[in-house]
């Protein structure tokens, strides 16, 4: 269980934890593993999720997911044209919308980000750890100066 005023003082922040889908890069399912791989080798970051045409959540994937495919399968970049859903990762730790900070910390213990997730599985964004760990540094710093104003 969280301290209530810690829990208090984070969730007043909460505004920030989400990132809307709508501003992140994310994969079509029925996207090719080719097309994919070359996104992800020009991306910065090491897991996107990946969703269907209509905004339905899938999994993750990463460009050590396709190479390790292609490498297994021995096969060139052009005959990466399955559809990326085929190795996409479909095990991962979200969180609905109307989530619980001490499941989003739990959970982001082994979690770069946590998908949040709609009553019908529409995908509406990530948390990311670092969101949560400006929250926290926000705390330790200034947790004593707040209460002192209250």
Do not use: C
């Amino acid at each position: 269980m969280i301290s209530p005023k810690i829990e208090q003082f984070l969730l007043e922040q909460e505004e920030t934890f989400l990132t809307p889908a709508d501003k992140l890069a994310v994969i079509i399912d029925s996207h090719n593993m080719d097309h994919a791989k070359l996104l992800l080798s020009h991306m910065s970051y090491s897991r996107v999720p990946v969703v269907t045409e209509d905004n339905r959540f899938v999994g993750t994937i990463g460009l050590n997911e396709i190479i390790q495919y292609q490498a297994e399968n021995e096969l060139s970049d052009e005959e990466l044209y399955q559809d990326i859903s085929l190795i996409a990762k479909r095990d991962v730790a979200t969180v609905k919308e109307n989530y619980e900070l001490a499941e989003v910390l739990r959970k982001l213990i082994d979690e770069s980000f946590l998908p949040v997730l709609g009553e019908d599985g529409e995908f509406l964004g990530i948390i990311t750890r670092k969101s949560i760990l400006k929250a926290f540094n926000a705390l330790v710093h200034g947790f004593d100066i707040i209460e002192k104003n209250k």
